[in-house]
């Protein structure tokens, strides 16, 4: 069989109109990167460089001339002659819609910075739907059967508000914040991980994110290398340490500073990102451009710091007092 001409395909390019401007883009690239290769922000949720996109937020939509649908621009590939229009009337009402969807039953208090400005760029207005509905008992969302709808009252928004999982001393699962962007199931299966602990359960809007058999953590397939957390970007899956602190008003961004380290466990040369405040660490992320990790790391380099800050056997304060609390005692 002939072989395709590889350096021929590599540099093959597809000319693609974006909102009036003519761009050229190598074959095989979404239309999201021939908007950015342009300079034209589109929003984003569920798309993540460093994942394959699994397209299901539809908050990246734009418009292709003779397409029927609208389509999302991180996963639709650019065509030679394809003509795009990013912000027609029909695609802002669509993210419009979208977000007010999400903003409507999902906590986005702690979601990214981008996610308010597109709500007001957006003219995004959730509380028109009403307030939100009670939240759910604990367990209660991971119970219903697909197929078996429950009565809404028609008078509340139906909402995912649940109380936060939390069952061991390293990370928190928040899930009334999950807009189920796929993002965390992606890193921990076959996008980085390859441990697959963690998958989409239900249906339609009782569809979350769950444990094989909603098995607490560490009785489940899951190995606490919290690449979930660091690709998460509501704030549903986060730090046990940032949540404590948090919950005892002492999480301080504008006092934290990050310092940009190797890790010492072994050979492979993961780059860390330490998130200091008071002096102490508070979590560790990895850059997603390094070549190494694309953001993604182990257990021992995510959670396994307690060593170098000696936690309990200095002078306490209050920031050591939760830290101890978070990373020392067994969850309740
Ligand atoms: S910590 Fe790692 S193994 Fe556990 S659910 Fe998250 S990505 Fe999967
Ligand atoms: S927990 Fe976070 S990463 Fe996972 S689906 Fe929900 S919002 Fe996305
Ligand atoms: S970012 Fe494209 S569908 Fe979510």
Redesign the pocket.
């Known amino acids: 069989m002939d072989q395709p001409d590889t350096a021929k395909v590599a540099t093959e390019m597809v000319q693609v109109t974006i909102d009036g401007a003519s761009v050229a883009v190598q074959k095989g690239a979404t239309l999201l990167e021939a908007c950015q290769q342009m300079g034209t922000e589109i929003p984003t949720l569920?798309y993540l460089e460093t994942l394959t996109p699994v397209n299901v937020c539809r908050v990246c939509v734009v418009e292709v001339e003779r397409n029927r649908t609208l389509v999302p621009a991180c996963s639709r590939m650019a065509e030679d002659g394809m003509v795009v229009s990013t912000d027609s009337e029909r695609v802002r009402h669509s993210r419009k819609m979208v977000l007010e969807f999400l903003g409507s039953s999902v906590d986005l208090s702690l979601a990214e910075d981008e996610v308010g400005d597109w709500m007001e760029r957006y003219g995004a207005d959730p509380a028109r739907y009403g307030p939100v509905s009670a939240p759910a008992a604990a367990g209660e969302r991971d119970a219903r059967k697909p197929g078996h709808h429950h009565h809404v009252n028609g008078e509340t928004a139906e909402g995912v508000h649940q109380p936060t999982k939390v069952d061991n001393t390293l990370y928190i699962?928040d899930?009334s914040?999950?807009?189920?962007?796929?993002?965390?199931?992606e890193?921990c299966g076959i996008d980085a991980q390859g441990t697959y602990a963690?998958a989409?359960a239900g249906r339609g809007f009782d569809a979350r994110?769950s444990t094989e058999m909603d098995l607490p953590l560490g009785d489940g397939a899951c190995v606490f290398c919290g690449n979930?957390i660091g690709?998460?970007?509501?704030g549903?899956?986060m730090f046990r340490s940032e949540w404590e602190l948090r919950r005892a008003d002492l999480w301080d961004p504008q006092a934290q500073s990050v310092t940009r380290t190797v890790c010492s466990y072994c050979g492979v040369g993961c780059n860390l990102e330490l998130h200091t405040q008071d002096n102490r660490i508070v979590k560790v992320t990895s850059p997603q451009d390094h070549e190494v990790t694309s953001g993604h790391l182990c257990i021992k380099g995510r959670f396994g710091y307690d060593y170098v800050q000696n936690l309990g056997d200095v002078e306490q304060n209050s920031i050591d007092e939760v830290l101890q609390a978070a990373r020392r005692r067994s969850p309740k």
């Open positions: 569920c699962r899930y914040r999950c807009i189920l962007c796929y993002k965390c199931v890193a963690i989409v994110i979930c690709v998460c970007p509501t549903a899956l």
